[in-house]
Structure formats: C-alpha cells, structure tokens
C-alpha cells in the first residue's frame, strides 16, 4: 500500500491499478465523488454503503478536492458510454438525441404524418 496524506485514503497497485481507494476497501474515490455529484449529500453515501463511515466519505471528497484533475481523469477513463455516444448520435448533435428519446417515447405514430 501507498499511503496518501489522507487518513482514510491508500493506494495498492493490486487494487484498480493503484489508484485512490478507501483504506480497507475496494471503493475508488471517485465512485464517493460521482455519488456526491449527482446529488447524493455526503451523510447519505454510508446508507448506499454501508461499510464506509462517513468521516471516510468526506476524507475522499477532500482527496478529491485537492487532487481534482487526477479525481476528474479517472471519472472519464472509467465512465460508461451511453446509448447516446454512438457516431451516428455525435455526428447528429443534440437534435439527433433529441429525436432518438421522441421516438423512444412515443406511443401512437399516427400524428406523425400531419
């Protein structure tokens, strides 16, 4: 293990290739900030995982604070595509999105033709 200047914070190159976990855990810092960032308030993050206290929950959101452009690297090299990330739904933009999730969500075709 690698310690960090975090209390809770370590790094094991056999875990995740070594970047920022929990101490004790699996748990990258990056999954507490994506959870933080969609709008999870840090006190509720120990109930979806209950084996963090949440003085390690604020631990890594302070890792993250410090150490945000490392933090925001492995959100994106981790991140799951979306149906929408496809070349034809880029080369389309927004409007193609836009009527991938009309016809995803539209029921009766009948009015299309008016």
């Not at 293990?1 to 290739?17: E, F, Q, V």
């Not at 748990?27 to 209950?50: C, K």
């Amino acid at each position: 293990m690698i310690p960090t200047t975090n209390r809770y914070i370590t790094r094991n190159s056999a875990i995740l290739g070594g970047e920022p976990i929990i101490i004790g855990t699996r748990t990258p810092v990056r999954a507490i900030v994506e959870l933080w960032r969609s709008g999870m308030a840090p006190e509720a993050i120990p109930t979806s995982l209950p084996y963090l206290t949440l003085a390690q929950v604020f631990d890594a959101l302070s890792y993250y604070s410090d150490n945000q452009n490392e933090i925001e690297q492995l959100i994106f090299a981790n991140r799951v595509p979306n149906q929408f990330d496809s070349p034809e739904h880029i080369r389309l933009g927004e409007s193609g999105s836009k009527l991938a999730a009309t016809v995803w969500d539209h029921d009766d075709f009948s009015d299309w033709e008016k």
